[in-house]
């Protein structure tokens, strides 16, 4: 993986003495509030609920064992002993005291790692697919590239204060594990006839209150030309995004009022002046970059490994644990495995300090040192030999990371709400904490087979409820905390936003609603058929009246006449 090299370790220490001096003059009272902010923002440090709350990038979500052991630490030290796994690669600590964050910046980078640019409008931490390298199905690795972005944009001086904050996201193939529709900016990984990489170009994606999926611009960027293009396109938003309200200053504004193909027009127009120009990428630059994520020290195995075989045969739990937690590995005869941080009662992406630690003692026992972050809010080892699985199974069950729900309903993805954020309409941990206890049998989470549930507490839209099959949206209805019900979205490919399907209902409410849809799609399915193909077949008018336990015709009329 990555190592820092010189310079970014003097940029990183020169940001740590930089905000260790800027934290001294705000407790000192030499600084406002006003002047602070926008120098702790630019440091992840917000003011929460409860709490300052500092997010932790994780770029393109890799991680080293000592790096989680780090993060361990400053949790134990810090913090209250756990961390939150975001959706895009962060880890956020909600108990950080402002006197100390320089110091956990310090013990940060001296594990090459920080939090600059994990909030305000600026580019924040670029993703990837969690199994880039490693995915039989990607075109390409697109790490080195997500690396050589993540170099110019860190501390990009004409970038600092764009209109909003800017996310962009880096997938290895067609099937978009790294969801780029729902970024600012996302490059899908291609080989052009001859062989050479580029990138299929997505442009205004975005969630929040008005979600809407990126644009092509771009069918093939030569993957040499990754940032002159990056350039322009970032150049034309700095310069054409609107700053007069904050509802309409990211991208995806932009891109809707100038219509995707004059906005591409303007950005090829800029792009004219710096194509070849000095950001070119050199194969020489290319090559060191790509020299980092050079292939582990794979051994030579069979695809088959008979003891892994008979274990999965014999012993059912780790068969279950196998169907959803273990995903195909490009190198015959290893896995990918999902530690999954979804425990019933926990919040989604909860990790205590011993959680951490455990996870990365597996990683060493049984992989090459080396974890994903998924957005899926679990952790990933991404190399683990198929004759280790029945160990590591074992293994991860002691720690409670062996929760056998990867990609199914109880694999819940949920924004922390309004336990913990100002911002929230209605606390979503509790409802997850229902749905799970509702859908805790692993037999019907098998039958019921891959389904994606989001949860977010407003229409912010951090719990991407707008691309989960099942979204819930906590609404404030007059004072109390109530929930909409969407239907049908999907961030991967082919991406779709959901579609709400009718009157918000109440917390205790929710997990009945869920049980009606369910039980529709389990009735009305073929087999194999996924939730998203089935809900086009049969409409969405059908789980409508479902979910409402109605007559579909009555439910029609009634909401005719509430709409007129
Ligand atoms: C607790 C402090 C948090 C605050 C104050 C916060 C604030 C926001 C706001 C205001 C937006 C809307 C941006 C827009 O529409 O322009 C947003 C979007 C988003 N947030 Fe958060 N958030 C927080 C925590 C989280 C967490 C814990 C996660 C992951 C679990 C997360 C992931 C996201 C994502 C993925 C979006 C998506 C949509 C987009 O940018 O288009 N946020 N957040
Ligand atoms: S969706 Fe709303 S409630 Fe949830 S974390 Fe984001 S801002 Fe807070």
Known sequence: MYAYNDIDRRIVAERVTQFRDQTRRYLAGELTEDQFRPLRLQNGLYYEKHNPLLRIAIPYGQLSSKQLRTLARITRIYDRGYGHFTTRHNLQLNWVRVDRVPEILAELAEVDMHSIQSCGNC???VTADPLAGVSPSEIADPRPWAELFRQWATLHPEFATLPRKFKVAFSGGPDDAASTRIHD?????????????????????????????????????????????????LRVYNLQGRRDNLYKSRLKVLVQSLGAEEFSRRVEAEWTHLRGGPLTLTPERIAAVMAHF???????????????????????GFAAWVASNVHAHRVPGYAAVTLSLKR?????????AQTMEAAADLAERFGFGELRTSQTQNLILPDVKKSDLYNLWQEAKKFGLATATVGLLADVVACPGGDYCSLAYARTLPVVAEIQARFSSQTELADIGPLRLNISGCVNACGHHHVGDIGILGINKAGEEHYQIILGGRSTAPAAIGKVIGPSVSAAEVPEVVARIVAHYRACRYPKENFSDTLRRIGISSFMSAAYAIEEQTFDNEREVANG
């Open 123 to 125: 580019i924040r931490v």
């Open 185 to 233: 900016l996302g490059f899908e990984m291609l080989k052009d006839t001859a062989g050479n990489p580029g990138f299929r170009v997505w442009a205004g994606g975005g969630l929040g209150r008005t979600p809407i999926l990126g644009r092509m611009v771009r069918d093939f960027l030569p993957a040499a030309e990754l940032l002159n293009y990056s350039e322009a396109l």
């Open 294 to 316: 050079a292939a582990p020290a794979y051994e030579n195995l069979p695809h088959c490994d008979a003891r892994f075989e008979l274990a999965r045969r014999s012993d059912k």
């Open 344 to 352: 019933p009662g926990k919040a989604p992406g909860d990790a205590s």
